[in-house]
């Protein structure tokens, strides 16, 4: 093929698969500005501290704003529907989930976790992946978690004589997945993104909030005594130093600081967390204190619970219990007011609710996602144009991991954990593959659009 025919077939792939960054934006603003605001709303949860902001349902009303300003663009011709394999994965799982409800234990409670729960993440998670195509929304998705962590984490410290106890182990404000037992995954999944922004920009103000959130999470985490979420924390801070700060000076810097976090926690940590976390290594008799029995009978409480997922598993095969059903099912068999509880295993929740197709599907989506940032990320080393975008994608590799690992002790099958990880995920092949795009074209033909895709 000569010089000119190899122009041909770049410009005919750009015209294909390129859509200029000014029309996106063009297209995705208003929508990802209701995403950012629906982010902050579900991770914050600011009603939970307000409650008088309860009756505006600002998740609702954030999510049917994204919703219908994205519909909007689609029909004025301003947005362009994107096609990934994650979301085929999703709608095919989506659709296994509404196939599996006739099937269900409790059809009706099966429906209102599929219509009140799953439907909601599918919208949003959609959203996301047609919303994320610059690597600076990206950057302020990821702010809007980590200020949503900073202020939930600080008020429940600050405020702590108002915040929510169990015994002498501290719940905090938030009632969704920034509380107790998920604190440590949301902190997991999160330290990875806060060491790539450390190491790729260089303000005094973001290292300051950076800093402050890690701090505050950690402290915080010391205080709800959650073995599993010190657990998560520990070797998503492993893996980071791994996948994303290695090679880098500043990279050692905010790996020193995150580990030097933990020691000073756990150097001042309440007789709670010892107690429970010692638990860990010592013998069923090694110790008669109060809290490390309690400690101690919810390991076997969760042992019994993943057997009794893998039980309903086998039983029902196909189509599971129904969603939500494994609460039900446990605590009618047991007949005691404490099994009326979840799986605390993401994965036996799938494959005990929705059968073993979900389940696969599920870890299909998750290895999916891990191979094609896996492969972005090869695509992009050594090259310093888009240093930044490497670091994101080494991170949101070891947030997935790192969320793996703690799905392995909680039930997070239908929530928005992985799905924003994905979504992530989605954003930044967008992203790599409109740089491709933009290097592929003939030179001069798109300086504008390379300038423009350069700037976000």
């Avoid at 990875?192 to 800093?211: D, G, H, K, N, Q």
């Avoid at 600081?257 to 008799?285: H, K, N, Y």
């Avoid at 993943?306 to 494994?326: K, W």
Wanted: net charge positive; hydrophobic share 55%; aromatic share 12%.
């Amino acid at each position: 093929m000569n010089k000119a025919e190899s122009l041909s077939v770049n410009k005919a792939n750009w015209q294909q698969n390129f859509v200029p960054p000014q029309f996106r934006e063009q297209g995705a603003k208003l929508t990802f500005f209701f995403l950012w605001l629906f982010t902050v709303a579900v991770f914050a949860r600011p009603e939970d501290i307000f409650p008088s902001l309860a009756p505006l349902h600002l998740t609702f009303v954030f999510g049917v704003c994204a919703g219908l300003t994205y519909l909007g663009a689609l029909l004025w011709g301003h947005a362009r529907l994107l096609w990934t394999r994650e979301l085929t994965i999703v709608l095919l799982l989506t659709a296994w989930y509404i196939a599996g409800v006739p099937f269900a234990l409790w059809r009706r409670g099966s429906f209102q976790t599929l219509t009140d729960v799953w439907l909601k993440t599918l919208l949003i998670f959609f959203l996301l992946t047609q919303a994320l195509v610059t690597l600076e929304r990206i950057r302020k998705l990821l702010w809007a978690i980590i200020l949503s962590e900073l202020a939930v984490a600080s008020l429940s410290i600050v405020l702590s004589s108002k915040a929510i106890w169990l015994g002498e182990r501290m719940l905090g404000f938030n009632l969704g997945i920034l509380g107790w037992n998920f604190l440590g995954i949301a902190e997991a999944v999160t330290i990875p993104y806060m060491a790539a922004i450390f190491v790729a920009r260089r303000s005094v103000l973001e290292t300051s909030v950076l800093a402050a959130a890690l701090i505050s999470m950690t402290w915080m985490l010391v205080l709800t005594a959650s073995r599993s979420g010190f657990l998560d924390v520990v070797f998503s801070t492993a893996l980071t130093s791994l996948l994303v700060l290695r090679g880098s000076s500043r990279g050692k810097i905010i790996g020193a600081a995150i580990a030097l976090a933990l020691v000073v926690a756990i150097s001042l940590a309440p007789q709670v967390f010892w107690e429970r976390v010692g638990t860990m290594w010592d013998g069923p008799g090694a110790s008669t204190n109060k809290v490390a029995a309690s400690a101690r009978q919810s390991e076997e409480e969760r042992g019994t619970l993943l057997t009794r997922s893998l039980e309903y598993t086998l039983e029902h095969p196909m189509f599971g219990l129904g969603l939500g059903n494994f609460v039900v099912a446990n605590g009618t068999d047991v007949g005691q007011p404490g099994a009326w509880v979840g799986t605390h295993n993401t994965f036996t929740e799938i494959s005990s609710e929705a059968g073993v197709p979900a389940l696969f599907l599920f870890l299909g989506l998750l290895a999916t996602a891990l191979r094609n940032i896996k492969r972005i990320g090869k695509t992009l080393l050594n090259n310093p144009e888009v240093a930044e975008l490497n670091l994101m994608a080494r991170a949101t590799l070891a947030s997935l991991v790192s969320f793996a690992f703690g799905a392995l002790f909680a039930h997070l099958a239908y929530e928005y954990f992985l799905f924003y990880l994905v979504a992530i995920g989605v954003g930044i092949q967008q992203v790599a593959r409109t740089m491709q795009a933009i290097s592929l074209a003939p030179a001069g033909d798109f300086a504008s659009s390379r300038r423009i895709a350069a700037a976000n």
